[in-house]
């Protein structure tokens, strides 16, 4: 049984690091071929991955009929569908799942987020967008004119923990995490690293009807290990560099702020992150999400002071000149 996969918005983190798994081992022998849609073909991701054997395709939204050939023309059997970090990415992300169903790919695993089921339509319209893509994904499984939909999974990932390097200005400058998610309630931080672990095994698994019988069909929910309020972040964070670090509570305001002036992502991620931190301080997302992880990988996910190790050199406060 073949595996052609078709990853796209391949030119971002989660794209360029699934693609990177699935050209490794365990994974690099279950897959026959990597087809990348990129938004960006000038991206460094992009020709890095082009270079190692993942053929490179550009997608231009706008045109379904277009898409739906570009699809065709990939000859993939399995496609992975990461909503792009763009203004519309509503948009294109919705043309891309009318043109996979008229394409007619079997396999296809969905990119989605956590909490966005909690989240409010009027407050919250960033996260909300993605159950729309959500029930989009998944009402092709009750069309018989497609075979899209036979074999799909969807997997709503966490808050990704390298979105806390957003403040390392802070943290190496004052030894502080700048955070507007409260002082009471919790979160649990997933590392990018361990969703895309989970999309690598899902994509690259076989089974009778498409992918493996384990993952067909599943709704994951893939978050970090650990609950955490941001003293206790900043706890993990201290034991990783050895060195202290604090939390500091700060406004939507001020957060606003540290966002357009650190963050060089699109104004929609912005907002997305925003939106995210308000769930956390209405007490929605006091909650972890590790058995799907486990049971699809077979280990445990990262925890935070393993994660602010590997990220040490970003973070880890720099020491003062002293003054005579």
């Known amino acids: 049984m073949s595996r052609n996969v078709c ?10 690091l699934i693609a990177d798994l699935l050209l490794s081992e365990p994974f690099a022998s279950k897959v026959d071929s990597i087809v990348g849609l990129t938004l960006d073909p000038s991206a460094p991701k992009v020709s890095e991955l082009e270079s190692r054997g993942v053929k490179i395709v550009q997608h231009v939204p706008g045109r ?8 065709k023309e990939t000859g993939c059997d399995t496609i992975c569908l990461i909503p792009p970090a763009k203004k519309d990415k509503m948009e294109i992300s919705m043309e891309l799942i009318n043109a996979t169903k008229k394409a007619g790919i079997p396999n296809v695993c969905l990119i989605s987020s956590a909490g966005c089921d909690y989240a409010d339509p009027r407050r919250h319209p960033r996260l909300r967008e993605f159950i729309d893509l959500e029930a989009m994904t998944l009402a092709a499984k009750g069309d018989p004119s497609t075979s899209t939909g036979h074999s799909p999974c969807v997997i709503r990932a ?7 390097l957003l403040y390392a200005p802070q943290a190496q400058t004052d030894g502080i995490l700048p955070l507007p998610i409260g ?10 690293g361990d969703v895309a672990q989970v999309a690598a095994h899902v994509l690259s698994g076989k089974g009778p009807h498409g992918f493996d019988d384990k993952h067909r069909g599943q709704m994951m929910i893939v978050t970090g290990p650990m609950l955490a309020t941001g003293d206790e972040l900043a706890t993990a964070a201290s034991d990783a560099l050895g060195t202290k670090m604090e ?6 305001a001020e957060a606003k702020k540290v966002l357009r002036s650190q963050a060089d992502n699109d104004d929609s991620e912005k907002e997305y992150l925003l939106e995210y931190y308000s769930l956390v301080r209405e007490g929605k997302t006091n909650y972890i999400a590790t058995t799907a992880f486990h049971d699809v990988t077979g280990n445990h996910p990262t925890q935070p002071v393993d994660f602010f190790k590997m990220y040490s050199l970003e973070i880890r406060p720099r020491k003062k000149a002293r003054k005579n």
């Open 7 to 16: 990853i796209t918005a391949i030119e971002g983190q989660t794209g360029s």
């Open 247 to 252: 939390f500091e509570d700060i406004s939507e």
């Open 64 to 71: 379904e009929r277009n898409v739906v050939n570009l699809l």
């Open 158 to 164: 966490g808050f990704y923990a390298e979105n806390l």
């Open 183 to 192: 002082k009471d309630h919790k979160f649990a931080p997933v590392a990018l």
